[in-house]
Protein backbone atom coordinates (compact mmCIF):
# COMPACT_ATOMS: atom_id res chain seq x y z
CA UNK A 1 0.00 0.00 0.00
CA UNK A 2 2.47 2.40 0.80
CA UNK A 3 3.89 1.87 -3.04
CA UNK A 4 0.48 2.60 -4.29
CA UNK A 5 -0.30 5.67 -1.98
CA UNK A 6 3.37 7.19 -3.19
CA UNK A 7 2.71 6.43 -6.83
CA UNK A 8 -1.03 7.97 -6.61
CA UNK A 9 0.14 11.19 -3.76
CA UNK A 10 2.53 11.76 -6.91
CA UNK A 11 0.06 12.56 -9.06
CA UNK A 12 0.00 9.06 -11.30
CA UNK A 13 -2.93 6.88 -12.36
CA UNK A 14 -3.47 3.09 -11.60
CA UNK A 15 -3.12 1.08 -14.83
CA UNK A 16 -6.39 -1.20 -14.43
CA UNK A 17 -4.27 -4.10 -13.52
CA UNK A 18 -2.77 -2.25 -10.10
CA UNK A 19 -6.48 -1.39 -9.73
CA UNK A 20 -7.51 -4.88 -9.72
CA UNK A 21 -5.21 -5.82 -7.32
CA UNK A 22 -5.25 -3.74 -4.47
CA UNK A 23 -8.70 -3.82 -4.45
CA UNK A 24 -8.57 -7.66 -4.63
CA UNK A 25 -6.00 -7.50 -1.33
CA UNK A 26 -8.61 -5.25 -0.04
CA UNK A 27 -11.01 -7.71 -0.22
CA UNK A 28 -8.53 -10.16 1.45
CA UNK A 29 -8.23 -7.82 4.41
CA UNK A 30 -4.64 -7.13 3.70
CA UNK A 31 -4.61 -3.45 4.83
CA UNK A 32 -5.45 -1.60 8.28
CA UNK A 33 -8.01 1.18 8.34
CA UNK A 34 -5.25 4.14 8.21
CA UNK A 35 -4.22 2.67 5.05
CA UNK A 36 -7.50 2.49 3.41
CA UNK A 37 -8.75 5.80 4.59
CA UNK A 38 -5.65 7.17 2.75
CA UNK A 39 -6.10 4.80 -0.21
CA UNK A 40 -9.81 6.32 -0.53
CA UNK A 41 -9.24 10.04 0.29
CA UNK A 42 -6.83 10.06 -2.78
CA UNK A 43 -9.96 9.99 -5.44
CA UNK A 44 -11.57 12.72 -3.59
CA UNK A 45 -8.61 14.58 -3.91
CA UNK A 46 -7.94 13.96 -8.04
CA UNK A 47 -10.56 12.54 -10.45
CA UNK A 48 -10.79 8.23 -11.02
CA UNK A 49 -9.81 7.27 -14.18
CA UNK A 50 -11.79 4.62 -16.70
CA UNK A 51 -9.04 2.38 -16.24
CA UNK A 52 -9.41 2.68 -12.30
CA UNK A 53 -12.94 2.05 -12.21
CA UNK A 54 -12.72 -0.65 -14.56
CA UNK A 55 -10.18 -2.23 -12.20
CA UNK A 56 -12.21 -2.32 -9.12
CA UNK A 57 -14.98 -3.65 -11.22
CA UNK A 58 -13.08 -6.05 -12.36
CA UNK A 59 -11.69 -7.38 -8.95
CA UNK A 60 -15.14 -6.90 -7.19
CA UNK A 61 -16.79 -9.05 -9.91
CA UNK A 62 -14.11 -11.72 -10.02
CA UNK A 63 -15.00 -12.29 -6.09
CA UNK A 64 -18.44 -12.01 -6.07
CA UNK A 65 -20.54 -14.14 -4.21
CA UNK A 66 -22.52 -16.20 -7.42
CA UNK A 67 -26.50 -15.62 -7.54
CA UNK A 68 -28.00 -16.60 -10.18
CA UNK A 69 -31.17 -14.94 -11.64
CA UNK A 70 -30.45 -14.81 -15.36
CA UNK A 71 -33.57 -16.03 -16.32
CA UNK A 72 -35.46 -12.93 -15.33
CA UNK A 73 -35.55 -9.38 -17.74
CA UNK A 74 -35.03 -7.05 -14.88
CA UNK A 75 -33.81 -3.87 -14.01
CA UNK A 76 -31.13 -2.40 -11.06
CA UNK A 77 -32.49 1.33 -9.60
CA UNK A 78 -29.76 2.96 -8.63
CA UNK A 79 -28.10 6.03 -7.31
CA UNK A 80 -24.37 6.92 -7.03
CA UNK A 81 -24.93 8.78 -3.06
CA UNK A 82 -22.40 11.41 -2.42
CA UNK A 83 -24.67 14.01 -4.02
CA UNK A 84 -24.59 15.55 -0.24
CA UNK A 85 -28.20 16.13 -0.35
CA UNK A 86 -29.59 13.81 1.99
CA UNK A 87 -33.03 13.12 0.17
CA UNK A 88 -35.45 10.16 1.77
CA UNK A 89 -34.72 6.91 0.02
CA UNK A 90 -36.04 7.60 -3.65
CA UNK A 91 -34.83 5.02 -5.58
CA UNK A 92 -35.53 2.90 -3.12
CA UNK A 93 -39.22 3.44 -3.09
CA UNK A 94 -39.07 3.72 -6.73
CA UNK A 95 -37.94 -0.28 -7.29
CA UNK A 96 -41.51 -0.95 -5.56
CA UNK A 97 -43.77 1.50 -7.64
CA UNK A 98 -41.82 -0.64 -10.61
CA UNK A 99 -42.65 -4.15 -8.89
CA UNK A 100 -46.05 -2.84 -8.73
CA UNK A 101 -46.33 -1.75 -11.87
CA UNK A 102 -45.21 -5.59 -12.68
CA UNK A 103 -41.95 -5.50 -13.60
CA UNK A 104 -38.97 -7.50 -12.12
CA UNK A 105 -36.37 -5.64 -9.65
CA UNK A 106 -33.04 -6.96 -8.89
CA UNK A 107 -31.78 -4.11 -6.54
CA UNK A 108 -28.37 -4.35 -5.10
CA UNK A 109 -27.88 -1.31 -2.11
CA UNK A 110 -25.77 -0.93 1.07
CA UNK A 111 -26.06 1.20 4.61
CA UNK A 112 -26.09 4.84 3.95
CA UNK A 113 -22.56 6.06 3.90
CA UNK A 114 -23.04 9.71 2.75
CA UNK A 115 -26.61 9.80 4.29
CA UNK A 116 -28.54 9.37 6.89
CA UNK A 117 -30.25 6.49 4.99
CA UNK A 118 -29.25 3.98 2.79
CA UNK A 119 -31.60 1.38 1.01
CA UNK A 120 -29.99 -1.38 3.40
CA UNK A 121 -31.26 1.01 6.34
CA UNK A 122 -34.70 1.73 5.67
CA UNK A 123 -35.31 -2.41 4.55
CA UNK A 124 -33.56 -3.19 8.11
CA UNK A 125 -35.90 -0.71 9.91
CA UNK A 126 -39.26 -2.87 8.57
CA UNK A 127 -38.05 -6.43 9.73
CA UNK A 128 -36.10 -7.18 5.99
CA UNK A 129 -33.39 -10.06 6.60
CA UNK A 130 -30.76 -9.81 3.98
CA UNK A 131 -29.83 -12.99 2.91
CA UNK A 132 -27.53 -14.43 -0.21
CA UNK A 133 -29.47 -17.69 -0.64
CA UNK A 134 -30.39 -17.96 -4.42
CA UNK A 135 -33.83 -19.96 -3.54
CA UNK A 136 -35.05 -17.03 -1.49
CA UNK A 137 -33.68 -14.45 -3.47
CA UNK A 138 -35.56 -16.04 -6.68
CA UNK A 139 -38.50 -16.75 -4.68
CA UNK A 140 -39.07 -12.81 -3.57
CA UNK A 141 -38.32 -11.72 -7.12
CA UNK A 142 -41.28 -14.09 -8.25
CA UNK A 143 -43.63 -13.35 -5.76
CA UNK A 144 -42.77 -9.60 -5.22
CA UNK A 145 -41.39 -8.46 -8.46
CA UNK A 146 -38.61 -7.35 -6.12
CA UNK A 147 -35.08 -9.53 -4.97
CA UNK A 148 -32.73 -7.56 -2.67
CA UNK A 149 -29.12 -7.83 -2.92
CA UNK A 150 -27.25 -6.11 0.72
CA UNK A 151 -24.06 -5.39 -1.11
CA UNK A 152 -21.58 -6.48 2.03
CA UNK A 153 -23.43 -9.76 1.41
CA UNK A 154 -21.76 -10.35 -2.43
CA UNK A 155 -18.66 -8.08 -2.16
CA UNK A 156 -16.17 -9.15 0.72
CA UNK A 157 -14.20 -5.34 -0.80
CA UNK A 158 -17.62 -4.01 0.44
CA UNK A 159 -17.64 -5.59 3.90
CA UNK A 160 -13.85 -5.08 4.27
CA UNK A 161 -13.82 -1.44 3.88
CA UNK A 162 -17.43 -0.65 5.47
CA UNK A 163 -16.26 0.53 9.05
CA UNK A 164 -14.06 2.69 6.93
CA UNK A 165 -16.88 4.42 5.07
CA UNK A 166 -19.06 4.73 7.83
CA UNK A 167 -16.46 6.85 10.03
CA UNK A 168 -15.17 9.13 7.16
CA UNK A 169 -19.12 9.99 6.23
CA UNK A 170 -17.98 11.24 3.09
CA UNK A 171 -18.38 9.81 -0.80
CA UNK A 172 -15.62 7.62 -1.39
CA UNK A 173 -15.10 5.60 -4.81
CA UNK A 174 -16.97 3.25 -3.58
CA UNK A 175 -19.84 5.37 -4.13
CA UNK A 176 -19.37 5.17 -7.86
CA UNK A 177 -18.41 1.37 -7.88
CA UNK A 178 -21.64 -0.06 -6.45
CA UNK A 179 -23.98 0.54 -9.21
CA UNK A 180 -21.24 -1.07 -11.57
CA UNK A 181 -21.17 -4.66 -9.27
CA UNK A 182 -24.90 -5.65 -8.90
CA UNK A 183 -23.60 -9.53 -8.47
CA UNK A 184 -26.42 -10.55 -10.57
CA UNK A 185 -25.93 -8.14 -13.53
CA UNK A 186 -29.16 -7.36 -14.53
CA UNK A 187 -29.84 -6.32 -17.85
CA UNK A 188 -31.51 -2.87 -17.39
CA UNK A 189 -30.00 -0.52 -15.26
CA UNK A 190 -31.52 2.83 -14.28
CA UNK A 191 -28.50 5.09 -12.81
CA UNK A 192 -28.53 8.69 -11.13
CA UNK A 193 -25.08 10.27 -10.57
CA UNK A 194 -24.02 13.58 -9.05
CA UNK A 195 -22.11 14.97 -11.51
CA UNK A 196 -21.44 15.33 -15.88
CA UNK A 197 -18.43 14.13 -15.61
CA UNK A 198 -18.95 10.89 -13.80
CA UNK A 199 -22.43 10.18 -15.80
CA UNK A 200 -19.49 10.40 -19.24
CA UNK A 201 -17.79 7.71 -17.27
CA UNK A 202 -20.67 5.94 -16.93
CA UNK A 203 -21.38 6.05 -20.17
CA UNK A 204 -18.28 4.54 -21.81
CA UNK A 205 -18.04 2.03 -19.21
CA UNK A 206 -22.35 0.92 -20.17
CA UNK A 207 -21.27 0.66 -23.80
CA UNK A 208 -18.70 -1.33 -23.36
CA UNK A 209 -20.89 -4.30 -21.02
CA UNK A 210 -24.01 -4.88 -22.83
CA UNK A 211 -26.14 -3.23 -20.50
CA UNK A 212 -29.44 -2.00 -21.74
CA UNK A 213 -29.17 1.72 -19.36
CA UNK A 214 -30.42 4.99 -18.19
CA UNK A 215 -28.04 7.79 -16.88
CA UNK A 216 -29.85 10.56 -15.05
CA UNK A 217 -28.59 13.75 -13.16
CA UNK A 218 -30.25 16.87 -11.62
CA UNK A 219 -28.46 19.50 -12.98
CA UNK A 220 -28.82 21.20 -9.16
CA UNK A 221 -26.72 18.30 -8.20
CA UNK A 222 -29.08 15.58 -7.03
CA UNK A 223 -28.31 11.68 -8.05
CA UNK A 224 -31.70 11.29 -9.65
CA UNK A 225 -34.56 12.81 -11.21
CA UNK A 226 -35.29 15.27 -8.37
CA UNK A 227 -37.93 17.40 -10.27
CA UNK A 228 -36.26 20.86 -8.60
CA UNK A 229 -34.39 21.30 -11.73
CA UNK A 230 -33.84 20.34 -15.40
CA UNK A 231 -32.49 17.24 -16.05
CA UNK A 232 -30.23 15.22 -18.06
CA UNK A 233 -30.72 11.75 -19.11
CA UNK A 234 -28.75 9.16 -21.14
CA UNK A 235 -29.10 6.89 -23.04
CA UNK A 236 -27.28 4.51 -25.34
CA UNK A 237 -29.33 6.36 -28.47
CA UNK A 238 -27.71 9.83 -27.01
CA UNK A 239 -28.56 12.55 -24.16
CA UNK A 240 -30.59 15.35 -23.93
CA UNK A 241 -32.00 18.08 -21.46
CA UNK A 242 -35.81 17.47 -20.00
CA UNK A 243 -37.25 19.61 -17.42
CA UNK A 244 -40.50 18.23 -15.35
CA UNK A 245 -42.68 19.99 -17.45
CA UNK A 246 -41.66 18.17 -20.04
CA UNK A 247 -42.99 14.77 -18.70
CA UNK A 248 -46.10 16.27 -16.92
CA UNK A 249 -45.12 17.36 -13.54
CA UNK A 250 -43.85 20.57 -11.42
CA UNK A 251 -40.99 21.63 -10.28
CA UNK A 252 -40.50 20.42 -6.64
CA UNK A 253 -39.25 22.24 -3.66
CA UNK A 254 -35.68 20.86 -2.57
CA UNK A 255 -36.93 21.19 1.31
CA UNK A 256 -39.42 18.04 -0.10
CA UNK A 257 -37.13 15.25 -0.69
CA UNK A 258 -35.40 16.06 2.56
CA UNK A 259 -34.92 12.79 4.15
CA UNK A 260 -35.04 13.79 7.75
CA UNK A 261 -31.97 13.53 10.39
CA UNK A 262 -32.71 9.72 10.94
CA UNK A 263 -33.10 6.45 9.29
CA UNK A 264 -36.50 6.50 11.56
CA UNK A 265 -37.53 9.57 9.40
CA UNK A 266 -36.36 8.70 6.53
CA UNK A 267 -38.66 5.04 6.63
CA UNK A 268 -41.73 7.35 7.77
CA UNK A 269 -41.23 9.41 4.27
CA UNK A 270 -40.80 6.20 2.41
CA UNK A 271 -43.94 4.62 3.96
CA UNK A 272 -46.19 7.51 3.19
CA UNK A 273 -45.05 7.18 -0.41
CA UNK A 274 -45.87 3.95 -1.10
CA UNK A 275 -49.19 3.99 0.76
CA UNK A 276 -49.90 7.31 -1.09
CA UNK A 277 -49.99 9.64 2.12
CA UNK A 278 -46.57 11.41 0.62
CA UNK A 279 -46.76 15.21 -0.56
CA UNK A 280 -47.82 15.46 -4.12
CA UNK A 281 -43.53 16.25 -4.24
CA UNK A 282 -42.20 13.25 -2.82
CA UNK A 283 -44.47 11.16 -4.96
CA UNK A 284 -44.29 12.49 -8.25
CA UNK A 285 -40.15 12.42 -7.42
CA UNK A 286 -40.39 8.73 -6.98
CA UNK A 287 -43.28 8.24 -9.97
CA UNK A 288 -40.43 9.90 -11.98
CA UNK A 289 -37.75 7.99 -11.39
CA UNK A 290 -39.92 4.86 -11.82
CA UNK A 291 -41.24 6.20 -14.89
CA UNK A 292 -37.55 6.30 -16.78
CA UNK A 293 -36.79 2.69 -15.06
CA UNK A 294 -39.76 1.02 -16.74
CA UNK A 295 -38.56 2.79 -20.41
CA UNK A 296 -34.99 1.50 -19.89
CA UNK A 297 -36.69 -2.09 -19.60
CA UNK A 298 -39.59 -1.26 -22.13
CA UNK A 299 -37.56 1.06 -24.71
CA UNK A 300 -40.56 1.16 -27.14
CA UNK A 301 -42.83 2.54 -24.46
CA UNK A 302 -43.77 6.36 -24.56
CA UNK A 303 -42.48 7.91 -21.65
CA UNK A 304 -45.86 9.40 -20.58
CA UNK A 305 -47.56 5.88 -20.35
CA UNK A 306 -44.36 4.23 -18.36
CA UNK A 307 -45.71 7.70 -15.93
CA UNK A 308 -49.10 6.65 -16.00
CA UNK A 309 -47.94 3.17 -15.34
CA UNK A 310 -45.57 4.22 -12.42
CA UNK A 311 -48.40 6.38 -11.24
CA UNK A 312 -51.13 3.90 -11.15
CA UNK A 313 -48.78 1.36 -8.90
CA UNK A 314 -49.01 4.28 -5.95
CA UNK A 315 -52.68 5.15 -6.63
CA UNK A 316 -54.58 1.72 -6.90
CA UNK A 317 -51.73 0.50 -4.27
CA UNK A 318 -50.03 -1.90 -5.94
CA UNK A 319 -46.70 -0.38 -4.63
CA UNK A 320 -47.59 -0.66 -1.23
CA UNK A 321 -48.74 -4.48 -1.30
CA UNK A 322 -45.77 -5.05 -3.40
CA UNK A 323 -43.30 -3.99 -0.40
CA UNK A 324 -45.42 -5.93 1.90
CA UNK A 325 -45.27 -9.25 0.01
CA UNK A 326 -41.42 -8.50 -0.12
CA UNK A 327 -41.45 -7.86 3.63
CA UNK A 328 -43.30 -10.86 4.24
CA UNK A 329 -41.50 -12.51 2.51
CA UNK A 330 -37.85 -11.54 3.36
CA UNK A 331 -37.98 -11.86 7.44
Not at 69 to 92: E, Q, W
Not at 174 to 194: A, E, I, K, S, T
Not at 257 to 284: R, Y
Request: glycine share 8%; hydrophobic share 40%; net charge neutral.
Amino acid sequence: MKEILNKMFEHKNLSRNEAKDVLIRISEGAYNDCELSAFMTVFLMRSITTDELSGFRDAILERRVQVDLSDYNAVDIVGTGGDGKNTFNISTAACFVVGGAGYKVIKHGNYGASSVSGASNVLELHGVKFTADNDKLKRSLEESNVAYLHAPFFSPALKSVANVRKSLRVRTFFNMLGPLVNPVMPRCQLLGVYNLKLARLYNYIYQQSGIRFTIVHSLDGYDEVSLTAPFKVITAEGEKVVTPADIGFSFGRKEDLWGGNTPQEAAKIFDNVLSGKASQAQTDTVIANAAYAITTLEPSLALEEAVARARDSVDSGKAYETFSKFVRLNS
